[in-house]
């Protein structure tokens, strides 16, 4: 009547309960999967390694993306001052050489004469500039003569050692000559081009002022105008070289700067140009710090969830665990309980040998119904019974130790088997109680070699009899607990020395899905063998008939006539 | 006699219907303790209007374990007769070894 599920069942050498069923107290303590407080407090490993891998890729990404704004910023900053550059170079250099080298060579082909020089420079010599002192020289071997002078008066002494200097060092140059001239006050760009004629060398100096405080401001509009801007006289940038600057920050310039040197007549010009703000527009500015910002909150996010669901795994885990053992200890004191309502110790009976086999099915933690008796009622009998109360858990429990209680007093008031199941009907009800029982009681007359059977509902017995086993043909009446009449159901049998009666409950010969017959006859077949001893074929017959994983209990009892 | 099925039920299905008053309740599948308290509702309401005769119809049965036995009985007790028609093998053997066959009519 039951399937062959689960796993488990121990068949115990000597009978009676296997030791394995009992619950120790190792087993009860066992940690299976018990670990409270683990992993509650600190966070999870996995939950860190999201952590550290995002904050890892997030700062690889904003690294990487303002590195690249950097680059842009850097390229776009020398292609901007590179053009300035060029255009300063060509600027600079044509205004000078316009203005001043004209006049050079317009003088040197009139021989020095003034007034087409004071012509000349009229429009570049004024109180606003380019220029507001200018001079007109001319050389005689190595003495730089005067010629004229218009506009303010020179920062550059005429009559001064400096100035002849200068001119002179204008005529040996190919291209004009620029020099710094200082006074506490003022600074000025001091330019000198010379010219050389059929009458001689002359040369125009001229004097342009620089801003005081070498600041200058860039009208927006102007292409210098996102940049700053500081510009050096000379290759080094030193800050008595500034000529001027746009630039409010500090100087030398700092950061993303970029450096270019153009020619300005003999020497240099040094520009250095640096970004006010970003070239490339604010989102290249703004860009590593939303990856770097959002990267950082949807880190915490992916952490956060992985702590949380790591932790649910854990608590779910933990959960199984506590069920689990739940499981083993309820199953243990469930069979501790089915153990103790079974005999603990069958009576000796002379002239018998009895042995037993219970096995609890692996099936659910339920206690099933399982049980046999052996009750001694004179000095040549006793009675045995063996019964299985349908369904499972402490109600059948309870049912099993009623009916074996009942049966027990029935049996010692010396009531033949028919009788004592009559009676048992009487305190079982399967409408009232929910259960019924199948039961098969025995009356053996161990000197006269006689069993009185009755049967209600249970499997019939197996009689060993000269080495061949066959089942006791014997009508079945209804079970405990189902109104009906039992009163058909009985047998009697005749015994030999050595015979074998073999009852057991259904869960030895019954599989799913098979005809009751073939368990039966599995079991007439290994009762047939040979065996050293009564307990050798209970063994046998258990194991070969159960398996490994009978899934529903077994009760087997075993009676042998040792003369 | 025990059977337990824990965590899912068994599969059945279970179809009434009458024939001339009498409530004919029809199982296939298997019949089991996970199964049998759904089963007992049909029965329940089969037996509401009266009938003093049950059929089962176990043509479609393959299994069944004692709970179903327990079933069969516990209607057997409520009405004056029940039929048990067409049992497959196993189940009909299973009456027969538990002393059913007494209480129950079997009709093949």
């Known amino acids: ?563 | 006699m025990a059977e337990l099925n824990p965590g899912n039920q068994a599969p059945i299905t279970v179809t009434t219907r009458t024939e001339g008053g009498t409530p004919v309740v029809s199982l296939s599948g298997e019949l089991d303790l996970s199964n049998t308290g759904h089963v007992r509702s049909y029965l329940d309401d089969a037996l509401a209007g009266g009938s003093e005769r049950l059929v089962f119809d176990l043509s479609g049965l393959e299994f069944m374990d004692s709970s179903g036995i327990a079933l069969l009985a516990a209607a057997a007790q409520r009405v004056r007769e029940v039929e048990i028609r067409e049992p497959p093998a196993t189940v009909r053997r299973l009456l027969e070894l538990t002393g059913l066959t007494e209480i129950l009519r079997i009709v093949s």
């Open chain 1, 1 to 563: 009547m039951v399937s062959m599920r689960q796993s488990a069942g121990q068949v115990s050498p000597a009978g009676r309960v296997s030791p394995a069923s009992v619950a120790s107290p190792a087993s009860r303590a066992s940690p299976a999967g018990r670990s409270p407080g683990r992993g509650r407090r600190a966070a999870s490993g996995a939950a860190v390694a999201v952590l550290v891998t995002g904050l890892v890729i997030t700062a690889i990404l904003a690294v990487v993306t303002l590195r690249g704004h950097q680059r842009t910023e850097g390229k776009l900053l020398a292609l901007q001052s590179r053009l300035i550059a060029d255009a300063g170079e060509a600027e600079d250099q044509l205004y000078v050489q316009d203005h001043l080298g004209a006049a050079a060579s317009l003088a040197a082909a009139t021989n020095g004469n003034v007034a087409t020089f004071r012509k000349t420079v009229s429009t570049s010599v004024t109180a606003k500039g380019p220029f507001i002192a200018g001079s007109l020289w001319r050389l005689s071997g190595s003495s730089a003569r005067l010629v004229a002078a218009v506009g303010a008066r020179p920062l550059l002494a005429p009559a001064s050692a400096r100035a002849a200097a200068v001119i002179r060092q204008a005529a040996a140059s190919t291209t004009f000559v620029v020099s710094e001239i200082a006074a506490p006050h003022e600074l000025r760009l001091g330019l000198a081009a010379a010219a050389s004629g059929p009458d001689g060398t002359f040369v125009v100096y001229a004097e342009e002022p620089l801003p005081a405080s070498r600041r200058i401001s860039e009208p927006a509009s102007s292409p210098v105008a996102p940049l700053n801007l500081a510009v050096y006289l000379g290759r080094v940038q030193s800050s008595a070289a500034l000529l001027e600057s746009d630039s409010a920050a500090p100087l030398p310039l700092r950061g993303t700067t970029f450096t270019s040197r153009i020619r300005f007549g003999n020497t240099f010009l040094t520009i250095t140009t640096s970004p006010r703000s970003s070239l490339s527009g604010a989102t290249g500015v703004v860009l590593p710090w939303a990856i770097a910002i959002g990267g950082l909150l949807l880190t915490l996010l992916a952490a956060l969830l992985t702590e949380r669901l790591t932790r649910g795994r854990a608590s779910a885990e933990r959960l199984a665990g506590e069920i689990r053992q739940l499981y083993v200890e309820q199953r243990s004191v469930a069979e501790t309980l089915q153990g103790a309502l079974l005999p603990q110790e069958l009576p000796d009976i002379p002239g018998m040998q009895i042995a037993v086999r219970y096995l609890p099915g692996a099936t659910g933690v339920d206690i099933g119904g399982d049980w046999y008796d052996v009750v001694p009622v004179d000095e040549a009998r006793f009675v045995f019974i063996i019964g299985d109360v349908s369904g499972r858990g402490v109600r059948a429990a309870a049912v099993m130790a009623s009916l074996q209680f009942a049966g027990r007093a029935h049996a010692l008031e010396g009531h033949p088997p028919a009788t004592i199941l009559d009676r048992l009907r009487r305190s079982l009800d399967l409408e009232r109680d929910g259960h019924f029982a199948t039961v098969l009681c025995g009356l053996v007359d161990v000197s006269a070699h006689t069993v009185l059977l009755a049967n209600a509902g249970h499997l019939p017995p197996l009689l060993r009899s000269d080495g061949e086993a066959r089942l006791v043909t014997i009508k079945s009446g209804t079970p405990i607990g189902i109104r009906g009449s039992s009163s058909r159901a009985r047998a009697e049998l005749t015994t030999g020395a050595g015979d074998v009666l073999i009852a057991y409950t259904d869960g030895l010969v019954e599989r799913r899905g098979e005809i009751l017959d073939a368990g039966l006859e599995r079991l007439e077949k290994v009762a047939s063998r040979d065996f050293r001893s009564l307990d050798d074929m209970l063994s046998s017959i258990v194991t070969e008939l159960s398996g490994d994983e009978p899934a529903d209990d077994i009760a087997l009892i075993g009676l042998q006539w040792l003369s």
